[in-house]
């Protein structure tokens, strides 16, 4: 879908609203240029397109096509392509939206060829276009003018994604666990988000290159290339941010694991004391409790009673206890003998 299209000469727009293909392929061998731009077309848009400005087939190929990073493409014919990756925050999803714009760039036009909600253009062209001593530079002018636009909607991106890392971050350093599925999400929009951002470092530079722009232009362009190192540099911490609490939020799980086992440790002693303790008492009044006759005719009064039942509960409890005392000693561990301090005078006491 052709969005809007016109032709700039002298620094002006020569006519109100967009221009038809034909008429703006036929202005192509006049004085200025022609910015032509595209909002995801059809092949056949493209194909007419093509046509109309002889562009490469290879060129129109890598148009339709989604990019994962950022590159430039210079073909035999003077024709430039150069494919920038847009991002856009959505507040209500809390995600990062991407898009692309394809642009073809040669003396006499430009073509950009959106791809995605986060790829507007018109605000970059209406700013233009309020620059008439910046469109008089001619066609490179217009790439300016798209590369400030997407550079500076990068920075909105990066103050949402600290945000997000802001309270993943507070949560984690409190001692609470946080959702690792949430710090695995931003980690991978923010590697995402950096392979939108760093490659672009690359084609920004090559417009820095003596030849490559026109020199009315260039500190336009020069600002732009220390907005996006700037931008490359905030996301390339984040990344080594989130990883630094990836591996905070997995030791925290870890202690929280440890603190939850060293309790069920607690609750076992517990039960494995009570049970030593029960287990020689059941023994004895199970073995009293049998109907054995020499049982039934020893236990004649009070004192027999007390002499097998018990003391037979009370002596197990009391050998139980000497040996639970002496494992203990067992298990502790020596104290060293100290190595310094002030010399023994015993020796010396005893000869006075």
Not at 162 to 175: C, K, L
Request: include cysteine; proline fraction near 5%.
């Amino acid at each position: 879908m052709i969005v809007d299209c016109a032709h700039y000469r002298a620094g002006r727009r020569q006519h109100e609203g967009p221009m038809a293909l034909e008429q703006a392929a036929a202005h192509c061998a006049e004085d200025g240029f022609i910015w032509l731009g595209l909002f995801e077309p059809t092949a056949e848009e493209l194909a007419q397109v093509r046509a109309s400005f002889g562009l490469h087939e290879l060129a129109v190929e890598d148009a339709q096509a989604l990019h994962l990073r950022p590159k430039a493409e210079q073909y035999e014919d003077g024709t430039e392509l150069i494919i920038l990756r847009t991002a856009r925050y959505d507040d209500a999803r809390e995600e990062v939206d991407t898009g692309e714009i394809s642009i073809f760039l040669a003396e006499h036009f430009v073509i950009t060829v959106r791809q995605g909600i986060a790829s507007e253009l018109a605000g970059a062209r209406c700013r233009l276009e309020r620059r008439p001593e910046l469109l008089r530079t001619g066609s490179a002018s217009t790439l300016w003018a798209i590369l400030d636009q997407v550079v500076d909607g990068y920075s909105p991106v990066v103050t949402e994604l600290e945000r997000d890392i802001e309270e993943i971050e507070a949560t984690v350093f409190s001692g609470a666990i946080a959702p690792t599925e949430r710090i695995y999400f931003l980690r991978r929009e923010a590697t995402d988000f950096y392979r939108v951002v760093h490659p672009l470092l690359a084609v920004v530079g090559r417009r820095l290159q003596p030849g490559k722009t026109p020199t009315e232009i260039l500190p336009y362009f020069r600002d732009v290339h220390d907005h996006l190192m700037l931008a490359n540099e905030e996301v390339a911490a984040q990344r080594d941010l989130l990883a630094t609490i990836l591996e905070a939020n997995i030791a925290v799980i870890s202690m929280e694991q440890n603190k939850i086992n060293l309790r069920q440790s607690a609750t076992m002693e517990r039960l494995t004391v009570v049970a030593t303790v029960f287990l020689p008492l059941s023994f004895v009044v199970g073995f009293f409790g049998q109907n054995f006759g020499w049982l039934v005719n020893h236990i004649t009064g009070f004192a027999e009673f007390l002499a097998l039942s018990i003391c037979g509960l009370v002596l197990p409890c009391v050998v139980l206890s000497v040996w639970l005392r002496r494992q203990r000693r067992a298990a502790a561990p020596a104290v060293p003998a100290p190595t310094g301090g002030a010399p023994d005078t015993s020796a010396a006491s005893a000869g006075r």
